[in-house]
């Protein structure tokens, strides 16, 4: 849910800064020519944030240029480089082998239906519904699995 002001964004900022079971990176836009801008223009981030769900997010005006595949590719790839077995606070042994995100229905919002592309690309696949008690929603899981972990 986006914030209504720089306090909240702050909040929760700060609640995750203090989670060992979140690691998160700022995705930074790049000029037409692939280099970096003079002044850095922050466009989203990626990552763990409750690992092993991970998420990401965008701002609408870079939303089918690519970026949010490239960070979960990127992201899956380094998670896996780092923590070969899985992240050492996940206590699950199954959670263990996989990355999961959940989204919004598809059906019901354009970015929903955006996120579920993305994730198809980086090589997630539906696993199950999960019940979203904030919303009141049985909403779809992805699951990747790490390399060599599936069954």
């Known amino acids: 849910t986006p914030q209504q002001d720089i306090s909240e964004s702050q909040a929760w900022i700060r609640e995750r800064l203090g989670d ?11 000029l037409d020519d692939g280099m970096k801008q003079d002044k850095p223009r922050v466009v989203g981030v990626c990552g ?6 991970i998420g990401y997010m965008f701002l609408p005006s870079v939303w089918g ?11 899956s790839k380094f998670y896996w ?9 996940i206590l699950e042994a199954y959670d263990r082998r996989i990355l999961k995100a959940v989204t919004g229905p598809p059906e019901e919002n354009r970015s929903a239906a955006a996120s ?7 090589g997630f696949e539906y696993w199950k519904e999960q019940y979203e008690e904030d919303t009141s929603q049985l909403l779809p899981v992805w699951r990747q699995w790490g390399p060599g972990k599936k069954p």
């Open 20 to 30: 060992d079971c979140y690691l998160s990176f700022c995705v930074e836009e790049l």
């Open 48 to 53: 763990g944030t409750h690992l092993p769900e």
């Open 65 to 75: 240029r690519g970026y949010a595949t490239e960070a979960v590719k990127g992201f």
């Open 81 to 89: 480089h780092m923590f070969p077995d899985g992240h050492p606070n």
């Open 116 to 122: 579920v592309a993305v994730l198809k690309k980086c």
